[in-house]
C-alpha cells in the first residue's frame, strides 16, 4: 500500500460526511487507506463514521479519551502505507493537498513534508501565541520550519513508526523526526476557517508548549547523554565549594573562628549540591540505559476495529 492517511477525531459529528467525501474525492489513482482515530468521542462520531464509511475506511476506536498525541501515534501504528500522512478532522486543512505532498516526497526523495498554512484562517488570538511557539522551537531545537503546529505532514513509513509519540509532543513532530535523521521540507498548504463544531484549544496551551519545549530540548540534546547536561555543572559547583572549604580551613588551622562565617553556608551548599547534581546525571544515566533496554510498550488501549469489507462498499 503507498498512502496511510491518520486522522484523529473527538467529537466531529458535524464533520465526518463532508470529511470523508473530501478525502475520497481528493486522493485518486493511488492505493491508499484512511485510518480514523476516535478518540473517546461521546457525540455521534462513531456511528456516523460506520454510516459514511467506505472501502479504504478503517475506524480505530480508543477506549478513553486519551489526548490528541496518543490518538495519533495509535493511527500510525495501525498503518500500512509506504507514506504517511496526518491530518486533523476539522476540515481546516484541506485534503486537496495530500496527492501534492506526496508527488513530491517521491520526486524529491523527502522523508517528511511538512505543511505551512498559507492565508491562515484563525483568529488573532489564536495566531500570536503560536508564532511566539514557532519562534522559541526553531531557536531552541535549531529545527528550521516555519509552521510547526500543522497537523498536514507526510512521513515515509520508517520515520512515522520511530517518532515514539506520547504526552503532548505531535507539537514537536518536527524536532523528533530530526533526530531520527530525516530530510525535511516544507511547502504551502491550503487553510480553512472551522466550520463545523468547535477547537479543541485555547490560549492555555502556549503555557504546556513551553514547557514541553524544555523537555524536548533536553530530549534532543542530553537523552542519550545526560552526564553532559548535569556533569559539568556539578563539577563545577563541587569544585568550588571545595577550594571555599580548604581555604575556610587554612583559615581556621590559622586561629581563626569561622563557625559564624556566611561563607562556610556557601562553601557546604556548592560541595553537596554538587554532589547532588552528578548523583542526579547519574541517576539519569541508569534510567536511559532501562529505558533503551526495556521492550516497547503501548500507552493506549483499543476498545476496537471497524473496517468496511470490499463486497460491503
Given at each position: 500500500m503507498k498512502l496511510s492517511?491518520?486522522?484523529t477525531l473527538y467529537n466531529e459529528e458535524d464533520n465526518i460526511k463532508p470529511l470523508l467525501a473530501r478525502v475520497k474525492e481528493s486522493?485518486?489513482?493511488?492505493?491508499?487507506?484512511l485510518v480514523l482515530v476516535d478518540d473517546g468521542s461521546s457525540d455521534k462520531t462513531i456511528p456516523l463514521v460506520k454510516k459514511y464509511a467506505y472501502e479504504q475506511v478503517k475506524l480505530v476506536?480508543?477506549?478513553?479519551?486519551y489526548g490528541q498525541t496518543t490518538a495519533m501515534s495509535a493511527g500510525i501504528r495501525e498503518a500500512k502505507g509506504k507514506y504517511i500522512v496526518t491530518l486533523d478532522g476539522d476540515l481546516q486543512n484541506d485534503p486537496k493537498d495530500i496527492p501534492m505532498l506526496l508527488e513530491k516526497a517521491e520526486k524529491e526523495d523527502w522523508d517528511v513534508v511538512a505543511g505551512r498554512r498559507a492565508n491562515?484562517?484563525?483568529?488573532q488570538l489564536k495566531k500570536i501565541p503560536s508564532r511566539i511557539a514557532n519562534g522559541l522551537i526553531r531557536a531552541m531545537t535549531d529545527v528550521r520550519l516555519h509552521d510547526y503546529g500543522c497537523t498536514l505532514k507526510l512521513f515515509r513509513q520508517d520515520i512515522a513508526k520511530g517518532l515514539g509519540l506520547y504526552g503532548e509532543m505531535h507539537r514537536f513532530i518536527p524536532v523528533l523526526a530530526a533526530m531520527q535523521g530525516a530530510r525535511m521540507t516544507e511547502v504551502d498548504v491550503q487553510h480553512h476557517a472551522r466550520i463545523h463544531g468547535e477547537s479543541k484549544y485555547g490560549i492555555g496551551r502556549t503555557f504546556k508548549v513551553i514547557s514541553d519545549l524544555l523537555f524536548i530540548v533536553f530530549f534532543q540534546k542530553y537523552f542519550q547523554r545526560?552526564?553532559?547536561l548535569f556533569g559539568p555543572p556539578g563539577i563545577l559547583?563541587?569544585?568550588?565549594?571545595?577550594?571555599?572549604?580548604i581555604y575556610l580551613l587554612i583559615v581556621k588551622l590559622g586561629?581563626?573562628?569561622i563557625g559564624d562565617r556566611p561563607l562556610l553556608i556557601l562553601g557546604l551548599i556548592c560541595l553537596l549540591g554538587g554532589l547532588q547534581i552528578i548523583l542526579f546525571g547519574f541517576l539519569a544515566?541508569?534510567?536511559m540505559r532501562i529505558y533503551y533496554e526495556s521492550q516497547a510498550k503501548i500507552n493506549y488501549k483499543i476498545k476496537r476495529i471497524f473496517q468496511v469489507n470490499a463486497s460491503d462498499s
Amino acid at each position: 500500500m503507498k498512502l496511510s492517511i491518520v486522522i484523529t477525531l473527538y467529537n466531529e459529528e458535524d464533520n465526518i460526511k463532508p470529511l470523508l467525501a473530501r478525502v475520497k474525492e481528493s486522493v485518486v489513482d493511488c492505493d491508499y487507506e484512511l485510518v480514523l482515530v476516535d478518540d473517546g468521542s461521546s457525540d455521534k462520531t462513531i456511528p456516523l463514521v460506520k454510516k459514511y464509511a467506505y472501502e479504504q475506511v478503517k475506524l480505530v476506536e480508543l477506549n478513553k479519551n486519551y489526548g490528541q498525541t496518543t490518538a495519533m501515534s495509535a493511527g500510525i501504528r495501525e498503518a500500512k502505507g509506504k507514506y504517511i500522512v496526518t491530518l486533523d478532522g476539522d476540515l481546516q486543512n484541506d485534503p486537496k493537498d495530500i496527492p501534492m505532498l506526496l508527488e513530491k516526497a517521491e520526486k524529491e526523495d523527502w522523508d517528511v513534508v511538512a505543511g505551512r498554512r498559507a492565508n491562515r484562517q484563525d483568529i488573532q488570538l489564536k495566531k500570536i501565541p503560536s508564532r511566539i511557539a514557532n519562534g522559541l522551537i526553531r531557536a531552541m531545537t535549531d529545527v528550521r520550519l516555519h509552521d510547526y503546529g500543522c497537523t498536514l505532514k507526510l512521513f515515509r513509513q520508517d520515520i512515522a513508526k520511530g517518532l515514539g509519540l506520547y504526552g503532548e509532543m505531535h507539537r514537536f513532530i518536527p524536532v523528533l523526526a530530526a533526530m531520527q535523521g530525516a530530510r525535511m521540507t516544507e511547502v504551502d498548504v491550503q487553510h480553512h476557517a472551522r466550520i463545523h463544531g468547535e477547537s479543541k484549544y485555547g490560549i492555555g496551551r502556549t503555557f504546556k508548549v513551553i514547557s514541553d519545549l524544555l523537555f524536548i530540548v533536553f530530549f534532543q540534546k542530553y537523552f542519550q547523554r545526560p552526564m553532559h547536561l548535569f556533569g559539568p555543572p556539578g563539577i563545577l559547583f563541587f569544585f568550588i565549594g571545595l577550594i571555599i572549604n580548604i581555604y575556610l580551613l587554612i583559615v581556621k588551622l590559622g586561629g581563626a573562628d569561622i563557625g559564624d562565617r556566611p561563607l562556610l553556608i556557601l562553601g557546604l551548599i556548592c560541595l553537596l549540591g554538587g554532589l547532588q547534581i552528578i548523583l542526579f546525571g547519574f541517576l539519569a544515566e541508569v534510567l536511559m540505559r532501562i529505558y533503551y533496554e526495556s521492550q516497547a510498550k503501548i500507552n493506549y488501549k483499543i476498545k476496537r476495529i471497524f473496517q468496511v469489507n470490499a463486497s460491503d462498499s
